[in-house]
């Protein structure tokens, strides 16, 4: 499976931004897909989660209420839509997809078998 990110940008504190995460190979065996961030200087943080069957989705809690993940199997594309974006937003957002049987670990970055290049968010007060 092979994944490609597109949709960072620079913004200003409560605007919104939508990222986009296209799956290309073998998609059917994709369980899950989770969105991860990376600020400068600290480690990769989940995000958020969507199971690729019936459309579950699991948040953090620093983004709960103002990210919405969702997918359109057809496109094989999951979008994470930002809303309220603040300056600790900023990060490098990384997609992943769980292949194979669905971890349990939805937020654990070894869950995960493939992942997107990183697309830049910079959100300025």
């Known amino acids: 499976v092979q994944l490609q990110a597109s949709g960072g940008g620079s913004v200003q504190a409560g605007d919104s931004l939508r990222l986009s995460c296209a799956a290309s190979?073998?998609?059917?065996?994709?369980?899950?897909m989770g969105w991860f961030r990376q600020a400068p200087g600290k480690e990769r943080d989940f995000v958020a989660a969507?199971?690729?069957?019936?459309?579950?989705?699991r948040y953090s809690d620093s983004v709960k209420g103002r990210f919405t993940i969702s997918r359109d199997s057809a496109k094989k594309t999951v979008y994470l839509q930002m809303n309220s974006l603040k300056p600790e937003d900023t990060a490098v957002y990384y997609c992943?997809?769980?292949?194979?049987?669905?971890?349990?670990?939805?937020?654990?970055?070894?869950?995960?078998?493939?992942w997107g290049q990183g697309t830049q968010v910079t959100v300025s007060s």
């Open positions: 190979g073998r998609t059917s065996s994709i369980s899950q």
């Open positions: 969507i199971r690729w069957i019936g459309g579950n989705t």
């Open positions: 992943a997809a769980d292949v194979g049987p669905r971890g349990v670990a939805f937020s654990r970055l070894d869950t995960y078998d493939a």
